[in-house]
């Protein structure tokens, strides 16, 4: 069964950067959209970030374009978010996703799994 394991969640300051990480067990991992959404408290799930299969197309939320990046290393099963310039605002738990998608990849219904989570809080 496919795995997906986030790492890389902690605190910081607003204003600083954190590099989350999301490793995927299976061979057909190239294959997959990848995914990162967030679920503050009290809000619902939301996307973030998303890069296609061959890594040639990439999505942002309005709110984070121009401060985070979403890259892959397909040899090392794992897809990255980088996030500069926090804010408190960004506080949430972050969850990688996986699918075998070419559309709507902002949907969270269309992803076929997902990783536990990470916990970002980023303090004034």
């Known amino acids: 069964q496919v795995q997906l394991v986030e790492s890389g969640g902690g605190l910081v300051q607003a204003g600083g950067s954190l590099r989350l990480s999301c490793a995927g067990s299976?061979?057909?991992?190239?294959?997959?959209?990848m995914g990162w959404f967030r679920q503050a408290p009290g809000k619902e799930r939301e996307f973030v970030v998303a890069?296609?299969?061959?890594?040639?197309?990439?999505y942002y939320a309005d709110s984070v374009k121009g401060r985070f990046t979403i890259t892959r290393d397909n040899a090392k099963n794992t897809v990255y978010l980088q996030m500069n310039s926090l804010l408190p605002e960004d506080t949430a738990v972050y969850y990688c996703?996986?699918?075998?998608?070419?559309?709507?990849?902002?949907?969270?219904?269309?992803?076929?799994?997902w990783g536990q989570g990470t916990q970002v809080t980023v303090s004034s």
């Open positions: 890069i296609d299969w061959s890594a040639t197309t990439t």
């Open positions: 996703a996986a699918g075998t998608i070419r559309t709507d990849v902002r949907n969270l219904g269309r992803y076929n799994y």
């Open positions: 299976g061979r057909t991992f190239s294959a997959w959209t």
